[in-house]
């Protein structure tokens, strides 16, 4: 006997919801939860890895999220893979996962991004013009547009195999249950990258997992079995000797010992393949023997001026500990108290194992591995100096979003904060390298406003274009002569520079504007996915403004993701714990407004009146409302803001999803709403956070509007009267 696997044409709508018709087999509910877990996971998995290794990536960030996205719809349409596609699948692994991880030898780890109005890593040199000018920034621009849409495209065939595979099981079960399933599958991928995440694991082990996961799927193939192994065995010996933390690739370089010393005089801390600090011995019998070695004598310099403004100060709080230099500085001059705080766990494990002078192990020192946003908000003491290292995150704050780790430490409203935390004398001293740049004018202008009195400015130069930024009680202090006073030539562009804030905290970014790489390479990849969408869905039916509804259902969701990782990230800090936590509780809002669609019928105006008015409060509601609630009451209050429209924009997709004819196309057009949405939350650099409130009820209206037209179609189609009220 023959046993013939169900399709989603093999069932009717009837058919799917009557009881016992695929009860007898459990097979397609466990196949769809795997492939919901491995597409989320390795959705996950690659926006991370890629980011660190391919740096363009680490800073547009959300171009992987959107192909990623892009592929899973197109793949969930159709309700299946195709052969092709399935057989190719493992070799476009392979493609992806190799080129990440031979990123370095294959020069592709510092693309350029052909444009100046976004500061990164991997800019444009400073040049003089001429013929070679011309000639880089061809070469530039033309890497740029082969290898920022040359992944995009991998990106999108390897997640439209597993949407189709995902799609091929959804049409198997009836489309609650699939839903559930699906969201079930990828909370679980969600929770375990986390995991792997916390637990400090390398990438071998991401794709490991991930790979086993797919098995199921491909057993039968014993080629794609050897590719899976050899691109496991190749990620194994791809990065020696690295540590990898929740948010970086972080690798250590020791520098020669001078003769007669034991022990390396510096070892350089890099980050996702860029430079971030040194861990430096400066204790007096080094320098006593060996006072003009570099870079600790620079470093001496840099490390010594907070206390030539500040002698002897009592509380210190260091920003950025990192591995612990600025800590240590503090306890050479006396300090009777340290709080260190550094958002990353493993640089303060690092610092604790191989700092020369052991500042964390010091019983003056207390450490907080915080968010420092976070820590300024539970603070309860005053500090004599407050010290902000010269933190660069190099990284984004979530996949899903624009804004870097540590945007929001050098806004506005973080300065006010800081300067709260201040004594009556004290001082804030703030590195950064920022250079004499639009950065460090919007520096210079953003502590000005925030202590009503503009700073002292000093240029320390260095490989990092340091700069240093003095406030408070001490910042007229003429003490320094070491490093050029350069407070004039920012004071004078103080009134035209656009200040950082909570709702427009893009430092890195010039203007009010969509960086144009970012724009060429979005419009690169519209061009062409629009017509792979036309090839796949029919235009012109009454089909189509139901696939709108579930559309503009996909691009609000996806900004209200955007906007609940961002706002809530800003309200209890910036950190991987965070993030983690928000997205589960997204999926988890999902898993729960699904459930009471399965229980009861839920009226889609209602569904949308909760909404909108959620997300009006949202919008008009500030989460620092809830700054004096402690605890519990805080979570809960942001919490219950923050999810509500989630619940409601549940309610109204499972309600719709529920009698839904082809579930996997519903979902797959979902998901193609997602890319738009990613599209949109670019507008952010332009309107700041509050556009994403606003762009939300906008889509989710258009929504509500596509779900009344598709009511006035023939049978098939939905009502907005509540169950009963036909």
Same mark, same amino acid.
């Not at 093999?10 to 919901?36: C, N, V, W």
């Given at each position: 006997? =023959?046993?013939?696997?169900?399709?989603?044409?093999?069932?009717?709508?009837?058919?799917?919801?009557?009881?016992?018709?695929?009860?007898?087999?459990?097979?397609?509910? $466990?196949?769809?939860?795997?492939?919901?877990?491995?597409?989320?996971?390795?959705?996950l998995?690659?926006?991370?890895?890629?980011?660190?290794?391919?740096?363009?990536?680490?800073?547009?960030?959300?171009?992987?999220?959107?192909a990623?996205?892009? !592929?899973?719809?197109?793949?969930?349409?159709?309700?299946?893979?195709?052969?092709?596609?399935k057989?190719?699948?493992?070799f476009?692994? +392979?493609?992806?996962?190799?080129?990440?991880?031979?990123?370095?030898?294959?020069?592709?780890?510092?693309?350029?991004?052909?444009?100046?109005?976004?500061?990164?890593?991997?800019?444009?040199?400073?040049?003089?013009?001429?013929?070679?000018? =011309?000639?880089?920034?061809?070469?530039?621009?033309?890497?740029?547009?082969?290898?920022?849409?040359?992944?995009?495209?991998?990106?999108?065939?390897?997640?439209?195999?597993? %949407? %189709?595979?995902?799609?091929?099981?959804?049409?198997?079960?009836?489309?609650? !249950?699939g839903?559930? =399933?699906?969201?079930?599958?990828?909370?679980?991928?969600?929770?375990?990258?986390?995991?792997?995440?916390?637990l400090?694991?390398?990438?071998?082990?991401?794709?490991?997992?991930?790979?086993?996961?797919?098995?199921?799927?491909?057993?039968?193939?014993? *080629? +794609?079995?050897?590719?899976?192994?050899?691109?496991?065995? &190749?990620?194994?010996?791809?990065?020696?000797?690295?540590?990898? @933390?929740?948010?970086?690739?972080?690798a250590?370089?020791?520098?020669?010992?001078?003769?007669?010393?034991?022990? +390396?005089?510096?070892?350089?801390?890099?980050?996702?393949?860029?430079?971030?600090?040194?861990i430096?011995?400066? @204790?007096?019998?080094? #320098?006593?023997?060996?006072? /003009?070695?570099?870079?600790?004598?620079?470093?001496?310099?840099?490390?010594?001026?907070?206390?030539?403004?500040?002698?002897?100060?009592? *509380?210190?709080?260091?920003?950025g500990?990192?591995?612990?230099?600025?800590?240590?500085?503090?306890?050479?001059? !006396?300090?009777?108290?340290?709080?260190?705080?550094?958002?990353?766990?493993?640089?303060?494990?690092?610092g604790?194992?191989?700092?020369?002078?052991?500042?964390?192990?010091?019983?003056?020192?207390?450490?907080?591995?915080?968010?420092?946003?976070?820590?300024? *908000?539970?603070?309860?003491?005053?500090?004599?100096? $407050?010290?902000?290292?010269?933190?660069?995150?190099?990284?984004?704050?979530?996949?899903?979003?624009?804004?870097?780790?540590?945007?929001?430490?050098?806004?506005l409203?973080?300065?006010?904060? &800081?300067?709260?935390l201040?004594?009556?004398?004290?001082?804030?001293?703030?590195?950064?390298?920022?250079?004499?740049?639009?950065?460090?004018?919007?520096?210079?202008?953003?502590?000005s406003?925030?202590? %009503?009195?503009?700073?002292?400015?000093?240029?320390?130069?260095?490989?990092?274009?340091?700069?240093?930024?003095?406030?408070?009680?001490?910042?007229?202090?003429?003490?320094?002569? /070491?490093?050029?006073?350069?407070?004039?030539?920012?004071?004078?562009?103080?009134?035209?520079?656009?200040? +950082?804030?909570?709702?427009?905290?893009?430092?890195?970014?010039?203007? *009010?504007?969509?960086?144009?790489?970012?724009?060429?390479?979005?419009?690169?990849?519209?061009?062409?996915?629009?017509? &792979?969408?036309?090839?796949?869905?029919?235009?012109g039916?009454?089909?189509?403004?139901?696939?709108?509804?579930?559309?503009?259902?996909?691009?609000?969701?996806?900004?209200?993701?955007?906007?609940?990782?961002?706002?809530?990230?800003?309200?209890?800090?910036?950190?991987?714990?965070?993030?983690?936590?928000?997205?589960?509780?997204?999926?988890?809002?999902?898993?729960?407004?699904?459930?009471?669609?399965?229980?009861?019928?839920?009226?889609?105006?209602?569904?949308?009146?909760?909404?909108?008015?959620?997300? =009006?409060?949202?919008i $008009?509601?500030?989460?620092?409302?809830?700054?004096?609630?402690?605890?519990?009451?805080?979570?809960?209050?942001?919490?219950?803001?923050?999810?509500?429209?989630?619940?409601?924009?549940? #309610?109204?997709?499972?309600?719709?999803?529920?009698?839904?004819?082809?579930?996997?196309?519903?979902?797959?057009?979902?998901?193609?709403?997602?890319?738009?949405?990613?599209?949109?939350?670019?507008?952010?650099?332009?309107?700041?956070?509050?556009?994403?409130?606003?762009?939300?009820?906008?889509?989710? %209206?258009?929504?509500?509007?596509?779900?009344?037209?598709?009511?006035?179609a023939?049978?098939?189609?939905?009502?907005?009267?509540?169950?009963? !009220?036909?």
């Open positions: 006997m =023959i046993e013939k696997e169900l399709t989603p044409t093999d069932f009717t709508i009837e058919q799917r919801t009557r009881p016992g018709i695929l009860s007898r087999s459990i097979r397609a509910p $466990i196949m769809l939860f795997l492939a919901s877990f491995v597409a989320l996971y390795f959705e998995v690659i926006i991370r890895y890629l980011s660190s290794e391919i740096r363009v990536f680490a800073y547009l960030k959300n171009l992987a999220l959107i990623s996205f892009f !592929g899973i719809g197109m793949g969930m349409i159709p309700g299946k893979t195709t052969a092709t596609l057989r190719y699948f493992p476009i692994a +392979a493609a992806i996962f190799l080129t990440i991880a031979f990123a370095s030898p294959l020069g592709l780890t510092h693309v350029v991004i052909p444009s100046g109005d976004y500061l990164t890593f991997g800019d444009m040199p400073n040049l003089q013009n001429g013929p070679w000018l =011309i000639v880089f920034v061809f070469l530039a621009s033309l890497e740029f547009l082969i290898v920022i849409p040359g992944m995009m495209y991998l990106l999108v065939a390897f997640f439209e195999a597993l %949407g %189709g595979i995902i799609g091929e099981y959804l049409g198997q079960i009836e489309p609650l !249950g839903y559930a =399933i699906n969201l079930c599958g990828s909370l679980t991928g969600a929770l375990a990258f986390t995991f792997l995440s916390f400090g694991l390398p990438p071998a082990v991401w794709v490991l997992v991930g790979l086993f996961a797919c098995l199921p799927f491909f057993f039968r193939d014993r *080629r +794609a079995v050897i590719i899976f192994l050899v691109i496991v065995v &190749a990620l194994a010996f791809a990065h020696p000797h690295t540590y990898w @933390s929740p948010y970086y690739r972080i250590l370089k020791e520098l020669l010992p001078p003769p007669g010393w034991h022990r +390396a005089p510096a070892m350089i801390v890099t980050v996702n393949h860029d430079y971030h600090q040194e430096v011995d400066l @204790s007096p019998e080094f #320098l006593r023997r060996f006072p /003009d070695v570099e870079p600790n004598r620079a470093a001496k310099l840099s490390y010594d001026l907070p206390y030539r403004i500040t002698p002897h100060p009592g *509380r210190v709080l260091v920003v500990a990192g591995t612990g230099n600025d800590v240590a500085a503090a306890l050479r001059h !006396g300090a009777s108290q340290v709080d260190a705080v550094e958002i990353d766990p493993v640089i303060v494990r690092l604790r194992e191989y700092h020369p002078e052991h500042p964390y192990e010091s019983p003056r020192v207390t450490v907080f591995v915080d968010d420092a946003r976070a820590f300024f *908000r539970k603070a309860t003491q005053k500090y004599d100096l $407050i010290v902000f290292g010269y933190l660069d995150s190099h990284t984004l704050l979530t996949s899903m979003s624009s804004v870097r780790l540590d945007n929001y430490v050098y806004t409203e973080s300065f006010r904060e &800081a300067r709260q201040l004594t009556q004398h004290g001082t804030l001293v703030l590195g950064f390298s920022s250079g004499k740049s639009f950065l460090g004018d919007r520096m210079f202008a953003t502590l406003e925030a202590f %009503g009195s503009p700073p002292q400015a000093y240029f320390t130069g260095g490989a990092q274009n340091g700069v240093v930024y003095v406030e408070g009680a001490q910042s007229q202090s003429d003490l320094i002569t /070491d490093f050029p006073d350069i407070s004039a030539e920012f004071q004078a562009h103080r009134n035209v520079t656009l200040l +950082a804030t909570d709702h427009w905290p893009f430092l890195y970014l010039k203007s *009010r504007t969509i960086p144009i790489s970012m724009i060429t390479v979005l419009v690169l990849f519209l061009y062409i996915a629009v017509g &792979a969408v036309r090839r796949k869905v029919s235009l039916s009454n089909r189509n403004f139901l696939d709108m509804h579930f559309f503009f259902l996909g691009a609000g969701f996806m900004l209200l993701e955007t906007k609940g990782v961002t706002e809530l990230s800003l309200f209890f800090g910036s950190t991987w714990v965070v993030n983690a936590v928000v997205i589960t509780a997204f999926l988890f809002m999902g898993l729960l407004a699904n459930g009471l669609a399965e229980l009861r019928s839920i009226s889609p105006r209602l569904a949308y009146c909760g909404l909108f008015v959620s997300l =009006i409060v949202d $008009i509601v500030p989460y620092s409302t809830f700054g004096a609630l402690r605890g519990v009451e805080k979570v809960v209050a942001a919490g219950i803001l923050v999810g509500l429209p989630v619940f409601f924009s549940g #309610l109204v997709f499972s309600r719709s999803f529920r009698d839904e004819t082809t579930p996997a196309r519903g979902l797959g057009i979902n998901m193609l709403g997602a890319v738009v949405g990613g599209v949109l939350e670019n507008l952010v650099m332009v309107g700041g956070t509050p556009i994403l409130g606003i762009l939300a009820i906008v889509l989710y %209206g258009a929504s509500a509007a596509f779900l009344g037209i598709a009511s006035t023939p049978k098939g189609h939905f009502s907005l009267a509540p169950e009963g !009220g036909k």
